[in-house]
């Protein structure tokens, strides 16, 4: 149930915030690497990680996981 509310929350955002998220937290890329294949700076990946960190935090909040 978990890993089907995470899905949807990433289904749910933008491709380049769901490709940055994937990229950093499932393939486990570095912050520079992920932001280079999403066209990003470094500084302006590290913000959208944060907001989609923060975005996903509430969604699985309503969701009663948290």
């Known amino acids: 149930e978990l890993t ?3 899905e949807g929350f990433l289904r749910g955002i933008s491709e380049q915030a769901r490709n940055l998220f994937i990229g950093r937290y499932f393939y486990m890329d570095s912050v520079k690497e992920a ?21 996903l935090r ?9």
């Open 4 to 6: 089907d509310s995470i």
């Open 35 to 55: 932001a280079a294949y999403c066209g990003l700076t470094e500084s302006n990946a590290k913000v959208l990680l944060h907001r989609t960190r923060c975005a």
């Open 58 to 66: 509430e969604h699985l909040r309503k969701e009663g996981y948290l």
